[in-house]
């Protein structure tokens, strides 16, 4: 079955600073999700790349899927308070059984004033 | 155009009584995925729906869990003699058709805590 792996696990940046969040799979994707938590809240989705090489942006952040399709790269570019949360990256797995989505575990950011 | 809809949002349960969370899907959207989402764990697949019908299921704990998604009203994920274990976040998800390439929309998730 597929699994994605998140990096940082927990990143703590300073307001107006850039940073990027990781994500490997470790089979190819066929579709790959970014969503934003808040802690306590429901996911927000951010975007959704199925392209090798694909490259979406929304506001100061902007993801990425590799040529190879098997990593994806979220950036957010002058960071601010409400950036903070967890975001996740989910993926389609159509050959491994289950018909939702696989997730990693997440990665906490924290913006520091 | 609401959302995905979950109630309730916060819900206590003693252990063995029964949980019944509901799942209104965005309007026009005949998919319903329900997942959870343990303590310090991440999100995890649970079970997927299409109107009266369940297409997988294999998120499932074998056990006490079930859902529906009849042809009118929300979906149920309905847990009986819950145990502390079931404590958790369960988030409904819905999507115009099946995920390949559909946008998923997730609820604001019910918090059950089994006491």
């Known amino acids: 079955s597929q699994e994605l792996e998140q990096s940082p696990q927990s990143l703590i940046v300073q307001e107006g600073k850039n940073l990027t969040i990781n994500c490997t799979s470790s089979k190819t994707l066929y579709g790959l999700y970014w969503y934003k938590q808040k802690y306590g809240e429901g996911l927000i989705f951010l975007m959704m790349l199925q392209k090798g090489g694909e490259e979406k942006s929304h506001e100061k952040i902007t993801a990425k899927l590799d040529e190879k399709k098997q990593q994806s790269s979220l950036h957010i570019t002058a960071s601010q308070p409400s950036h903070a949360g967890i975001y996740l990256c989910?993926?389609?797995?159509?050959?491994?059984?289950?018909?939702?989505?696989?997730f990693g575990k997440g990665t906490h950011l924290i913006i520091q004033p | 155009n609401a959302g995905v809809m979950q109630n309730p949002r916060h819900l206590v349960r003693r252990r063995g009584q029964e949980a019944r969370l509901r799942c209104s899907p965005m309007?026009?959207?005949?998919?319903v995925y329900w997942y959870r989402q343990l303590p310090e764990e991440g999100l995890k697949f649970m079970v997927y729906l299409q109107k009266e019908n369940i297409i997988d299921e294999s998120g499932m704990p074998k056990e006490r869990f079930s859902a529906e998604f009849p042809k009118e009203g929300p979906s149920i994920l309905r847990i009986q003699q819950v145990v502390r274990g079931d404590s958790a976040a369960y988030f409904c998800?819905?999507?115009?058709?099946?995920?390949?390439?559909?946008?998923?929309?997730f609820g604001e998730g019910s918090w059950l805590t089994v006491v």
């Open positions: 989910g993926a389609d797995d159509p050959g491994g059984g289950a018909d939702g989505l696989t």
């Open positions: 309007k026009g959207h005949s998919h």
């Open positions: 998800a819905s999507s115009l058709q099946g995920e390949n390439g559909n946008t998923i929309y």
